[in-house]
């Protein structure tokens, strides 16, 4: 078995390590994916090495892909995605060259366009030459491919002492087949087909000599897949564009839609709702967010869970996926290796020979502290949202034992508590994982158990559903019991996590019992929960939106007067829209709405500098006029609980809730992102009916009113 050392496993160690051989901006790169394969490539459409390549079921399998025109480096003209992410293109022209004939090409002369998507496990790619000069040339192409069939973990920079077999590589005409034997006894094989036969092949080189008219252009369609295509040409490649397309815009069809007064602020809406569509997966169990591109592409409960929550409001379909992925992966039995006991939800999944032959614990690794309680506040949330009690009882089994776990979790310290159970396991457990992202003011790592103090917050929203929900289904004995337990738990937080000389709660407490006594956003997640009594909330929220944790373009995760506090690190002083949203939905329950839309405000505007779309995190600096936000550099860009933050702080903003049980909307004290005068919510389900729901700014206040077709049809509650 692979030792892996525990930096290694710790996203912000094993991430920054590819820095040092090839820097790969996430955003200067783009994304594909479907189903359970992505491709990462630069906006040449370059695969180059480093993170990014072309991944199935968590091994690369292209981890080369390279386009040279007559011998060199082509010019980058421009690249973009499709609207709905299906389409990669990029358009280069040539660097001054030779034609195969000896005779001088200008730079200019040649335009190509590579068209790339994904469908079915093969990535399609469609070349275009096309010839601008005044004669005719013939034009030498090249493309350049390997496929080294890393682990995932491998190429987040893990080492191993054996790998499987490679294979030498098997030609015919059209076609290069690479393989390799892992040592889980899976065969991998990555086959490159070409739409005509190249002038030379060799194992890792195609080179094509092209005779292009002026005025003219010529085609090259390139497949890779796990076997050899029958002759990729423009009707293969245009069916799988239609298909793709067509698969897209039946997820993005699903749930409500938004559309409002402001044109750039449509297109992040429109970006972060095709980027939630993108990562999501269908699974037997239906939809589930995969977490993000390239580090995190499967499903992981932690941040599916939370994705289902911000977009539960809009789309309660992806939470119900989510909730039956996770209750059908329920740990049964214990397991030190994948920190697994009886009850427990399940952190991450992994396909990968690594996982396979546990090298590591991710397979199906449970060593979160947070998904256990977060999974039954989904449940509940979904239940308030929709009134569907025939899924609840589903589940129902599933959430006890969920419940069952967490009380024992519990039962030592009356706290929820984590400890790695083995070494290679993840030290930190909850959202902040990285190995330096809990510590004491002076800088001591703590020893375990830990008790994070927005896990607490998250036992006791969940006991406090499941009472509710237990009432219903008429289990008074039962909602007795858990409204006791969440009423323990607020107590609890309140007398132990409280800091009087700080006005602020612990972010932990050891197993010492000493509180770390650090200011951080976990505490903004005790808000979102309604645990803290309502000073103690504004004294929360005061620091929360101060300059020591708000930069201007979102929250930091740290104050920063913390000794371990920078704005370029993973955990400990960077911005994370999640966190930022989560938080802004906390201060929304506490009255602070108008902050919130501030923060939507820089959220949006770190959006557009982001080209749209926001990244797994950025550095916490503060802004300054005329700066933009800085890159954290080796982010997942997508990531689908960064995309589904402009969902959540949207519903904070308009103080939008939806009861399911009464079939009602309820809006409290609306507001309307700056610069935004009008906002409509398309086929917005209202137990079994579809409503349009609009928000108007008239003067200096926001009303709210349904499309005249539905006026009687659906209560809608206006509180102002």
Not at 703 to 716: C, I, K, Q
């Amino acid at each position: 078995m692979t030792q892996l050392d525990e930096r290694q496993l710790d996203p912000a160690v094993a991430l920054a390590s590819l820095d040092a051989t090839a820097p790969r901006e996430p955003h200067r790169l783009f994304a594909l994916k479907q189903g359970d394969c992505f491709a990462v490539a630069d906006a040449y459409g370059d695969i180059r090495g480093a993170g990014d390549g072309f991944f199935r079921d968590d091994t690369r399998v292209l981890s080369e892909f390279r386009l040279t025109v007559g011998g060199r480096q082509t010019s980058l003209l421009g690249a973009s995605l499709s609207q709905d992410n299906v389409l990669f293109t990029t358009n280069l022209t040539n660097l001054p060259m030779l034609s195969a004939g000896g005779r001088d090409i200008p730079q200019g002369a040649i335009h190509v366009e590579r068209v790339r998507l994904l469908w079915q496990d093969r990535l399609f790619e469609r070349i275009t030459l096309s010839n601008y000069s005044r004669e005719t040339s013939t034009i030498g192409v090249s493309l350049h491919f390997a496929a080294d069939f890393r682990d995932m973990f491998e190429v987040r920079g893990s080492t191993r002492l054996r790998r499987g077999m490679t294979h030498v590589a098997e030609m015919d005409a059209t076609s290069v087949l690479l393989r390799y034997d892992g040592l889980d006894g899976l065969a991998r094989a990555s086959a490159i087909s070409f739409s005509q036969a190249p002038d030379q092949l060799t194992a890792d080189r195609a080179d094509f000599l092209l005779a292009v008219t002026k005025r003219s252009s010529k085609v090259l369609y390139v497949e890779v897949g796990s076997e050899v295509a029958d002759a990729p040409d423009r009707d293969r490649f245009r069916a799988a564009a239609a298909r793709a397309r067509f698969g897209m815009r039946a997820k993005r069809r699903h749930g409500a839609t938004v559309h409002s007064s402001g044109r750039v602020f449509n297109d992040w809406v429109e970006r972060a709702r095709a980027d939630v569509a993108l990562l999501t997966t269908e699974l037997a169990t239906g939809p589930y967010p995969y977490a993000g591109i390239p580090w995190f592409s499967t499903a992981f409960g932690r941040d599916g869970v939370i994705s289902a929550l911000q977009m539960l409001w809009l789309n309660p379909g992806l939470a119900r996926g989510v909730l039956a992925f996770l209750a059908q992966h329920q740990a049964t039995e214990t397991s030190p290796f994948s920190d697994s006991q009886p009850g427990k939800i399940m952190h991450e999944t992994r396909k990968g020979e690594m996982a396979a032959l546990r090298e590591l614990p991710f397979g199906r690794y449970y060593g979160g502290v947070d998904t256990t309680p977060l999974y039954i506040h989904l449940a509940c949330a979904y239940a308030d949202r929709t009134g569907d009690m025939a899924f609840i009882d589903s589940l129902w089994p599933s959430l006890c034992a969920a419940a069952e776990w967490t009380e024992e979790a519990g039962r030592e310290t009356g706290f929820v508590t984590y400890q790695r159970a083995a070494e290679s396991g993840l030290a930190n457990q909850g959202w902040k994982d990285s190995f330096d992202s809990v510590f004491h003011a002076d800088g001591r790592i703590p020893k375990g158990p830990i008790a994070l103090v927005e896990v607490q917050g998250y036992v006791f929203a969940a006991f406090r559903g499941l009472a509710a929900l237990a009432r219903r289904r008429g289990e008074d004995e039962r909602a007795d019991h858990w409204e006791s337990r969440a009423e323990a738990m607020r107590a609890a937080v309140e007398r132990d996590f409280w800091l009087d000389d700080l006005g602020f709660y612990a972010l932990a407490i050891d197993g010492a019992g000493e509180p770390c006594k650090v200011r951080t956003s976990n505490a903004g997640h005790l808000l979102l929960v309604g645990l803290p009594e309502p000073a103690r909330a504004q004294m929360v929220a005061d620091q929360l939106l101060s300059a020591s944790f708000h930069s201007g373009w979102g929250l930091r995760t740290l104050a920063d007067d913390a000794v371990f506090f920078n704005p370029m690190s993973y955990h400990n002083g960077s911005i994370w829209p999640h966190d930022t949203a989560m938080c802004g939905a906390g201060l929304a329950r506490y009255g602070e709405r108008d902050s919130v839309v501030r923060l939507m405000s820089g959220t949006f505007e770190s959006a557009v500098h982001f080209n749209m779309r926001l990244p797994e995190l950025f550095c916490g600096f503060t802004r300054a006029p005329g700066e933009a936000p800085i890159a954290y550099p080796v982010a997942c860009l997508p990531q689908a609980w960064s995309a589904g933050s402009a969902f959540m702080l949207m519903q904070a903003c308009l103080g939008l809730e939806i009861d399911g049980w009464d079939g009602e909307i309820r809006v409290t004290r609306p507001r309307l992102p700056i610069g935004i005068d009008t906002l409509t919510l398309r086929h917005l389900g209202v137990g079994e009916r579809v409503v349009d729901l609009t928000f108007q700014r008239v003067g200096d206040r926001v009303v709210a009113f349904l499309a005249d077709r539905h006026e009687g049809l659906v209560p809608l509650i206006v509180r102002t």
